[in-house]
């Protein structure tokens, strides 16, 4: 069990760029969720996945984010058109059955 | 609309102290409460997790209660170690996707 990953750790880029970041959840998981936390405050819940299928997204996720799960494996987070605002930590998190969630270690956007 | 809410924000003790941390929820219709630390920069460290049928959880020096009915959960550390030192998060697990809502943490400070 090498526990959830993220790719990259860090990323810094121009406002008005386009941004990729990928989330490898446990191996037998077949949940995902995405989370954005700002500094100072607790992570807000963005989309969820249940195998390869998108069942949730909070109204957070605006027009410019796109998530995927193409083959209920990884998942990626696209955010076109990056602003200021976005700079955050990308938090991903998988389950089994259970409810207990398991988080990556996330991705800081910095957006210049 | 489930709101999550910490106190204290911050919390400074000095070693060995027995501690409490308070979190409270607005809606009781939640599956679980989970319990998570946050060490500066990094994700999120599963602690707990009480299901909504149970009424407290223990690991090690951790023990966290939950109480549905009055929308209250607290999170008792004991023998505190400078260690412990990190911003502690609840969470409600609620909804069709069993997604987290976050309080935004109590951010805990053991002097040696």
């Known amino acids: 069990d090498t526990g959830v990953s993220q790719d990259p750790r860090h990323k810094i880029t121009k406002r008005g760029q386009n941004v990729t970041f990928r989330c490898d959840p446990i191996s037998e998981h077949n949940r995902l969720y995405w989370y954005r936390q700002t500094l100072g405050q607790g992570p807000e819940f963005l989309t969820y996945f249940q195998n390869e299928a998108q069942l949730e997204k909070s109204r957070l996720l605006s027009d410019r984010f796109s998530a995927e799960r193409p083959k209920g494996s990884f998942s990626t987070l696209e955010i076109q058109r990056t602003e200021q605002g976005d700079s955050a930590m990308y938090l991903c998190?998988?389950?089994?059955?259970?409810?207990?969630?398991?988080f990556g270690p996330g991705t800081r956007l910095t957006v210049l | 609309k489930q709101e999550v809410t910490q106190i204290p924000a911050a919390l400074s003790v000095p070693e060995g102290e027995n501690l409490v941390l308070n979190c409270s929820f607005t809606?009781?219709?939640?599956?679980?409460l989970q319990w998570f630390r946050q060490d500066p920069g990094k994700g999120l460290t599963s602690l707990l997790l009480?299901?909504?049928?149970?009424r407290e959880q223990t690991s090690g020096r951790l023990n966290a209660s939950l109480d549905k009915s009055s929308g209250r959960s607290t999170l008792y550390i004991a023998a505190s170690q400078p260690g412990d030192s990190a911003t502690y998060l609840c969470?409600?697990?609620?909804?069709?996707?069993?997604?987290?809502?976050f309080g935004s943490g109590t951010q805990l400070t053991v002097l040696p």
């Open positions: 009480i299901q909504s049928s149970q």
């Open positions: 809606d009781s219709a939640i599956y679980n």
């Open positions: 998190a998988s389950r089994q059955g259970g409810n207990e969630q398991f």
């Open positions: 969470a409600a697990v609620e909804g069709s996707a069993r997604q987290l809502t």
